[in-house]
């Protein structure tokens, strides 16, 4: 029983941090809009230059997008039938697990053997990041679809672009309304 309870809270950490890896999506989009008319794409520069992210983040975006839409039968065009911004927002999480039972050790009542049995407080932060994606129609200027991603932003810089990656293709997946079933 002592063994199971020093494990716990071990399981609880990794099954937290593990469930925290994917991707939660969501998208909305205009019921009136035919999507089967949109067949080329262009960048909404003044939209992307307003995302509060490094260029360097931008371009990885931007490129992510870009290889989901060519995937997807689109051409890149001076002159599309969708415009394509991104918008990013960030929170700071911090996640506080007591490891200890408190300074009287173990079970019930005192005991000198248990006295300063603490084994104090584990503080984790992580970044909880949310990318949308818009999808503008270009002869109208009015948005037609928006894509949402929300998940943890890893700070490993060598994963840091697949996991923008990944952000991009779950969102992309919901592109066109229905494809997804």
Known sequence: MKKLIKVFPVLMITLLMTSCTSVRVASDYD???????????AFFKNGIDKAEISDLDKRRIL?????ELLAKGFTKS??????????????????VYNNGWGPYGY?????????NN????TVSRSTEGTLFIDLIDAKKKEL??????TGYISQNMKN?????????????EKYPPGAEQ
């Not at 079970?107 to 006295?115: A, D, L, M, N, V």
């Not at 603490?118 to 407080?121: A, D, E, F, P």
């Not at 037609?144 to 991603?149: A, D, E, K, N």
């Open 107 to 115: 079970g019930w009542g005192w005991s000198p053997w248990y006295w």
């Open 144 to 149: 037609v679809w928006q894509g949402m991603g």
């Open 160 to 172: 840091k672009e697949e996991r923008i990656k990944e952000f991009v293709a779950k969102i992309m």
């Open 118 to 121: 603490y084994r104090g407080t």
């Open 78 to 95: 001076e002159s599309p039938d969708l415009l394509i911004s991104i918008f990013t927002k960030s929170r700071d999480k911090v996640n």
């Open 63 to 67: 490129r992510a997008i870009e290889a």
């Open 31 to 41: 019921r009136t809009a035919n999507f089967n008319t949109y067949k080329t794409f």
